[in-house]
Each structure stands twice: as C-alpha cells, then as structure tokens.
C-alpha cells in the first residue's frame, strides 16, 4: 500500500550546550496513521516535537510537516497543526468557553464553524462550559486541551504525553477519542511514558536517551524478539527475583507484575523450562509455574535499553 | 496474619469539603512490614486521603491511627514518624546531593553524625557515591526518584508513603526502584504507594481501589482477579472505576 508522507525527519538533532537532546533523528510518520513516541522522561521526546511545531530551530537535520519546512514554513505548520503541549498551557483564569473561543479566533475561526470537529470530545466537557479552567479535574483539562488543539481544523495533531498523571480508564478514553480522530482522518503524532500504549498505534518509534532504539510496527517490533520469553512464578515472588539471577542460559530478568520474565539463549524450550523448574525446586520454591510467552513492548524496550545509560 | 501489627487504622473516615464528600466512611488497617496499593482513578479521593494520614489535613469526622498517633490529636507526631515522597515534590533542585541529605536529615532531628552517616549508607547502596557534590537539577530523573526515596526514609520512619514516585521513569529504574520498595518493607519500613501503572499494582501485597471517595475494593491482587474474574489489575481497575 503506498501510503503519503506527513512527517519526514532527517538526521535531526538538537543540543543545549552540552547536552545533546536529540541524535541524528531520522524517520517518516505517514499520513492519517497513529504514531506513537515512546520512551521515558529525558528521552528527547518533547524537544522532537517543539521542533516539529516550529517552536525551537534545531541544531542540524531537516524536517516536513504536511510538506512544509519546520524552519522556513513555520506560518504554514502553525496554520495547519494542532499541538496539546505536555504541561497544560491554557488560561486557568479563563473558562472552558473563553478558552476555545480564544484559540478559535486566533486561527480566524469559531466554535461554530469547527463545533462537528470536536463535538465527541467537548460533549463531555460541555455541561462545564461556565467553569474556569482551572477549576478543571486532570482529565477535563486534558479534553480541554484537545478540543483547542483541534479547533483550527489541523492536519495533523501533535500530542506531547496526554495521558502521563492519568489513570487507567481515563487513558482508555482518551485513546478512543484518539481512534475517532484518525477516522476523521487526522494524522495523529503521541508521546506517552506508558509502554502498554504502543499497540495502540500503527507505528511506534521506541527512544532513549535522544536516541530511536526502534522504528516499526508495534507487532514487528515484538516478533523481532531475540531469545524465547517465559514467565515465572513461584509462591514467593519477593526473594525470586535473586534466585534467578544465577540462571544459566538466560538473558533478561525483570518483574512483570504477578511474573517475572525471563529470556531463554537456548532453542529448546522443554530443556530450558525442565533446568528452570530444577534450578527453583531446589531452592525450595513452590507452586512454581513456568510458561513460555510473547513479548509485549516492554519486553522489547527492556531488551533495547541502553543498560550503562539511563535516564 | 491475623496477629500482625497495624501501622494505619483508619476507621469511618469522613472528609467533606462544603457539600462535597471527598472520602466517605473509609474503613481500612495497613500491616507493618506491608507494601500497600492506594489506586483510585483521578479525582477518586486518594489524595485527599493521603494528606489526612500524613497529618496536613484533618478529618471531617472518623478516626485515622497512623504510626500509633491520631491524626487529628497528634499531627506532629505523625509528621515526625512518617516519610513521603512524590513525583512532583521531593527533593530541593537547586542544592546537591548531600546538601539535601543535610537538610531533611536535619528537619528530622537527625544529628550531624547521623546525617554523614546515613548519606554514606544510602550513597553507596544507590552506587551514587560521585554524585555527592552535583547539584540535584544536573541528575537524571530516574536517579534522583531513588535518591528521593533515600531520604524520605533517612529517619527510619515506621511508615513511607510514596505517591507516584515512578511517573515518567525509565523501564529499568522503575523495577530497580520496585526492588529498594521490597528491600525495606522486608525490613519492616510499611509501604504506602500510589501509581497509575497497573503491573505496579501486581507488586503490592494487598491493594485498595477508590471510585467516587469510597473504597470499593480491598484485597491482595491475587484475590482482586479472582473475585471480578479476569485476568490482570488492569481489568480489575477498569471493573471498578468506570
């Protein structure tokens, strides 16, 4: 399927004196499709997409947003994206109304004009209408947010960690509103710290440290796992973590909620998981459950991860 | 179990704010030694209770027994024998590593030989020993979380409440930092934690879920599965607060 391009970024960086924010970033974000940034606080997220909003020059590298240059086109990127910034940036002293009729007459609109756009998410912040925006709760201001970000009928939006503070059902939501959007057939560029939203998106680009450790597909990304993945459990998941760490033939050991996985070298999953149950039962464990699993993005990540430097 | 000590008794706890009742009619202990999950979706009322059982605010009427104090007869001592960290207020930006040390170390009593010493402990054990002298804006989230930790417990306090202290950290350190939890609750320190990351939840002993200031749900994980019938906390939560 040929698909346009919307975002082309090459070989961007971006430093603030020493500190090098973004290292020679290079890739595509296609028209109408989700893409998501994932990655921790300090990975270089935000700075991307303050450059990819004309908000900072970056330091090399080009990029198009809709075809227009971050640099020299930067009238037309703000005519033509919308951008929900990480700290919510609206009027606190203004209500939910003042506020979206502010950001509408900024871009030569109204509410009116634009009311079908937002309408299945300013439904929901509606019957507040006369309220100050900071007297919002987190997830009406986050919809909020949304609704101004989308008021000038953009392209393409930029979300810089909507969901990050909220909890699990509010995130829920607002990925659905994110679904309704791309059906509009918006393109739609997210950040998020939560690595469970990955497959949610069409395609993620995994970072670190200023750097991609991955661009693809999320289910490519989780097929490309080295190694076969188990989770472990036993009746006393404090101390087990320390017991494995003298495995043989195994790469990886991290908690996983109620499991701890942990990555095999070997191909025989029967030897492997027979060595394992051994290596427990010795060491006194019961109830012990080994089962052979896929990876989600977490796994991947961890497995990506530049283990010398973290964040 | 039945014999274990409670550190947190909380008993018909109402906190109203005008006509709005943000806790109503809490009822709940917390064990010594236990890593204890307070989930809520926002607006739940898990922070208002919180700051209740830290003694900055007072019930509306109820009791809370935190650390062997009444909240609302002894807030200072409960002050005095707790630790709270967050993600949003820890640790002072503008001074160094050791210089906030000093500082919490000294609001909680500690002598100045107590404070080298503690610094030196939890130095080594963080493997932080050459950031002593670096200026805490200059350290990387993730770090600063753990050293955050460190000092909400530099005065051994019988309980730690930590909220949210993993927001935005790396994969890695979130774990890393899952396992200093686990390190002192085996010790005794009980751990009163909120997050939004649901494997988070899988972690704690036993877990409380919020909804409209009530708390719906309280058990160990495990049992939270079962008695809604699915498979992870996840569920259990979305069960609960939509």
Redo the contacts between chains.
């Keep these: 399927m040929q698909m346009s391009v919307a975002v082309n970024i090459v070989n961007i960086c971006k430093s603030y004196g020493d500190v090098e924010a973004l290292k020679d970033i290079t890739l595509n974000i296609n028209e109408g499709e989700i893409f998501g940034f994932i990655g921790p606080d300090g990975s270089g997220k935000t700075s991307l997409f303050r450059i990819l909003t004309s908000l900072i020059i970056p330091t090399s590298g080009v990029a198009t947003v809709g075809g227009y240059d971050v640099v020299a086109d930067y009238k037309q990127i703000r005519k033509t994206t919308g951008y929900m910034p990480g700290r919510f940036s609206l009027y606190l002293d203004l209500t939910v109304e003042e506020n979206l009729n502010f950001y509408a007459r900024i871009f030569n609109t109204s509410i009116e004009e634009n009311y079908d756009l937002i309408k299945d998410i300013y439904v929901q912040i509606e019957p507040f209408k006369k309220r100050l925006a900071g007297d919002l709760s987190g997830g009406m201001k986050q919809k909020l947010a949304l609704s101004c970000a989308l008021i000038h009928s953009p392209r393409l939006i930029i979300l810089d960690e909507p969901t990050t503070g909220v909890d699990a059902v509010s995130r829920m939501e607002f990925w659905e509103l994110l679904k309704k959007m791309q059906l509009r057939g918006i393109t739609i560029v997210v950040s998020t710290p939560y690595m469970d939203e990955a497959a949610l998106c069409d395609h993620v680009a995994l970072m670190q440290n200023g750097k991609l450790l991955a661009v693809d597909k999320p289910d490519n990304i989780v097929n490309k796992y080295k190694g076969n993945l188990f989770a472990v459990s036993t009746n006393n998941m404090h101390k087990l973590l320390t017991d494995l760490n003298n495995l043989k033939n195994t790469s990886q050991i991290f908690r996983f909620g109620e499991t701890i996985h942990i990555t095999s070298t070997i191909t025989d999953d029967q030897l492997y998981s027979n060595e394992v149950y051994k290596h427990l039962e010795d060491a006194g464990y019961q109830n012990i459950g080994i089962t052979r699993i896929k990876p989600v993005i977490e796994d991947c990540f961890l497995a990506l991860m530049d283990k010398n430097v973290m964040s | 179990m039945e014999n274990r000590e409670n550190i947190i008794q909380v008993t018909n706890l109402v906190k109203k704010f005008g006509n709005f009742t943000a806790n109503d009619n809490l009822t709940f202990n917390v064990y010594k030694g236990e890593i204890f999950g307070f989930l809520?979706?926002?607006?739940?009322g898990k922070t208002t209770a919180i700051k209740i059982l830290c003694g900055l605010s007072s019930p509306t009427s109820g009791k809370a027994i935190v650390a062997g104090y009444d909240v609302k007869k002894y807030p200072n001592k409960v002050k005095e024998n707790i630790g709270y960290m967050s993600?949003k207020f820890s640790l002072y930006n503008d001074m160094t590593v050791k210089e906030n040390f000093r500082f919490y170390g000294g609001i909680y009593g500690l002598s100045g030989k107590e404070i080298k010493e503690k610094t030196d402990f939890f130095l080594q054990k963080l493997n932080m020993e050459n950031t002593r002298d670096v200026v805490l804006s200059e350290i990387?989230?993730?770090?600063k979380q753990k050293l955050a930790f460190s000092v909400s417990i530099i005065h051994d306090p019988k309980v730690v409440f930590l909220d949210?202290p993993t927001?935005?950290?790396?994969?890695?350190?979130r774990?890393q930092f899952?396992?200093m939890i686990?390190e002192n609750a085996?010790k005794g320190t009980t751990v009163f934690v909120t997050t939004?990351?649901?494997?988070?939840?899988?972690?704690c002993d036993r877990v409380s879920i919020m909804s409209e200031g009530k708390i719906e749900a309280l058990d160990t994980?495990?049992k939270l599965k079962i008695n809604y019938g699915v498979k992870?906390?996840?569920d259990v939560?979305?069960k609960i607060?939509?």
Excluded: C, K
């Design positions: 809520g979706a926002n607006g739940a993600q990387p989230l993730g770090w949210e927001g935005g950290v790396d994969p890695i350190t774990r899952w396992e686990y085996d939004h990351y649901m494997d988070e939840a899988e972690y994980p495990s992870t906390m996840n939560f979305i607060a939509r």
